[in-house]
């Protein structure tokens, strides 16, 4: 089992940048396919990025050039850089593990989540 714990969220002007942190207790990062999810009012939880077991990484193509999905093995946190964001980017961002190889994009695939940090992008 593992526990994760997400920071670094927060109220930015479009066009800025910011970095989120997952930071995971229990199991070493290398055990899970890692997933940051996020989620605006109203509105269904969608994939924004993973980077799985053997480090391979998948973005959506809504932040494709944009996001930036990373892994810190040794300090057991994974990170999400955001840069040029927009205010369609506002909304409570998820990190999520999944302890499986199948290296899904759905909510299903993962079985361990975040509390989520808000992140808010002023126009």
């Known amino acids: 089992q593992v526990q994760l714990v997400e920071s670094g969220g927060g109220l930015v002007q479009a066009g800025g940048s910011l970095r989120l942190s997952c930071a995971a207790s229990g199991r070493t990062l290398r055990s899970y396919h890692m997933g940051w999810f996020r989620q605006a009012p109203g509105k269904e939880r969608e994939f924004v990025a993973s980077?799985?077991?053997?480090?391979?990484?998948t973005v959506a193509d809504s932040v494709k050039g944009r996001f930036t999905i990373s892994r810190d093995s040794a300090r057991s946190t994974v990170y999400l850089q955001m840069n040029s964001l927009k205010p369609e980017d506002t909304a409570v961002y998820y990190c999520a593990a999944d302890p499986t190889t199948f290296g899904g994009r759905g909510i299903d695939d993962f079985d361990y989540w975040g509390q989520g940090t808000q992140v808010t992008v002023s126009s």
């Open positions: 980077i799985r077991m053997g480090g391979g990484i």
